[in-house]
């Protein structure tokens, strides 16, 4: 049975979502595309509000983003100023807290890859002072 988890972060909001089964995780940026755009960035750009070499720039106004890698994400607002005035919001991504993946088959036919790291016990997102209506929506199967 697939769960969608909705949770709208505004300024100074913090959330941690914690489930026990596996889930996909996305990150939705819903704002006004004429006053807005979303860019991922560096944590040094991040620090330094700095749009000159964004990894990546959205600007749909309804931008969805898959959280499936641990690790720390950076977004900021690319118009002037606003990255400066707190538009700009981290997302932490760990991996699962319960290490519940089978174990690989043994035997010729086993495969030498490992497997994959869960990544959808905790996702924790901190806005501070950000501006845009950030909506995370979290799509999960529960077992």
């Given amino acids: ?43 040094a750009d991040y620090d330094s509000c700095s749009t000159a070499i964004p990894i990546a720039t959205l600007n749909s106004g309804n931008d969805v983003i898959a959280l499936t890698v641990t690790g720390t994400r950076y977004f900021i607002c690319g118009f002037p100023g606003h990255s400066a005035g707190g538009m700009k919001v981290t997302i932490d991504v760990m991996p699962s807290s319960s290490s519940s993946s089978p174990s690989p088959a043994s035997g010729p036919s086993a495969s030498n890859a490992p497997p994959p790291t869960p990544v959808s016990a905790t996702i924790s997102v901190e806005a501070t002072g950000f501006g845009l209506a950030i909506l995370l929506a979290v799509a999960g199967l529960m077992a």
């Fill in 1 to 43: 049975m697939a769960v969608t988890r909705t949770i709208l972060l505004a300024m100074a909001a913090m959330a941690i979502l914690s489930t026990a089964s596996a889930a996909i995780y996305n990150i939705v940026f819903k704002y006004s595309h004429e006053a807005h755009d979303v860019l991922e960035v560096s944590k």
